[in-house]
Structures are given as C-alpha cells and as structure tokens.
C-alpha cells in the first residue's frame, strides 16, 4: 500500500471495481440522459439517469420483477425477459419525455448477443434512440425465446436433466415449450397496459 509520500490511494469505487471513472467521464460528457442496464442471476434492471454535480438522479427504473405483475411465469434471468423489461422501460421513458439516451455498460463487457443488448432492443422498439450497431443486438429467435423452448424439446428425452435445467419453469405450472407464445402474450400486456 502506501510506502512512501509518492503513492496515490485510488478512490473507494475504484479499488471495488464498481466504477471504470475514465468510462464514466465520457459518459458524463455526452450531456446525455444514460440508459444503465444492469443484470444479475436472476434478475434484469434498466434505468434511466441523469448527472448531477452532487449525485446522478434516476429518472425511471424499471425491473423484471414487475413482468410477474403482468403474469410472467418463466425466469427472469434470460434475454426475452431482459427485452420485455427494456420494451416496458422504454414505454414510460417515452411517456416521461426521453426522447434519446446513450448506453451505460459499466464495468459489464460487451457481449455480442447478451442480456444487456436484449433489454437495449427493447427500449429501441419502444422509439427512444440510443447510438448503437446492430450486428450486436440478439436474433428474433433469441429473444421471442424460440431458442429456449427448442433446447427444452430436445431436453424432453432426458427427464432428470430436463427437470433440472427447467426446475423454476415447471414450479410455476409453465412449460418451456410454450414460452414464445407466453412471451408474445406478455409483450402485447406491455404494450396495451403501458398506452
């Protein structure tokens, strides 16, 4: 640690690994409104900040734990759910006036694909601009969860292995295998509830 005079301690945030301050400084800079996607195991969180010179202000937040208010039945920690939550998100942004936002990743890295840019499809069909490439965003087969339900029909054959990757599903009475259609019910609950 600090041996002599010369040594300069780094900030809290920083020696944590919370905050990337390069990073967060360009991001300050912009002027914009930040849109933070934040996913955990189980859970998908989207906001939307603004910068302030005593501490960044949230405008708007918005969980996948509210979807299981709209009747979502399957897990929470995949990318239809991280799209539903930035689809819902990105509705009442628009209805708060955010007309654009610039993506905050944090210290997440860039995953071609992943659950990060799946919550950003949402909020872009929502109509809120965010700079982004579109080679980045997942496939309609990801996110209308065709992919899943796929994998839980092959899985069938193996029951054991089946009831262990889809245990949480078939706890709420779901069956994976219908999750395209559940997600296309849900997303049209959004998009009526929301207007």
């Known amino acids: 640690m600090a041996k002599n005079k010369n040594y300069n301690v780094k900030f809290k945030r920083r020696l944590e690994q919370k905050t990337n301050y390069a990073k967060r400084l360009t991001l300050v800079k912009s002027g914009q409104i930040r849109l933070v996607i934040?996913?955990?195991?189980?859970?998908?969180?989207?906001?939307?900040?603004e910068f302030y010179e005593n501490g960044d202000k949230v405008l708007l937040t918005i969980s996948s734990k509210k979807l299981q208010g709209l009747g979502w039945k399957a897990n929470r920690g995949n990318i239809p759910t991280a799209y539903l939550a930035g689809l819902y998100a990105g509705i009442l942004a628009k209805k708060k006036n955010i007309k654009s936002a610039i993506l905050d990743l944090g210290n997440y890295r860039s995953i071609k694909g992943s659950r990060i840019y799946a919550a950003l499809k949402g909020v872009l069909d929502s109509g809120i601009n965010v700079p982004h490439s579109k080679d980045i965003l997942p496939s309609e087969e990801?996110?209308?969860?065709?992919?899943?339900?796929?994998?839980?029909?092959?899985?069938?054959?193996?029951?054991?292995?089946y009831n262990?990757?889809?245990g949480k599903y078939l706890k709420n009475n779901f069956k994976p295998e219908q999750l395209p259609s559940h997600f296309q019910e849900i997303k049209q609950k959004i998009l009526n509830e929301v207007k």
């Open 142 to 161: 990801a996110i209308s969860g065709k992919i899943i339900s796929n994998y839980a029909s092959i899985l069938q054959k193996n029951q054991n292995l």
């Open 38 to 49: 934040r996913p955990n195991l189980h859970n998908t969180i989207v906001q939307f900040t």
């Open 164 to 166: 262990k990757q889809f």
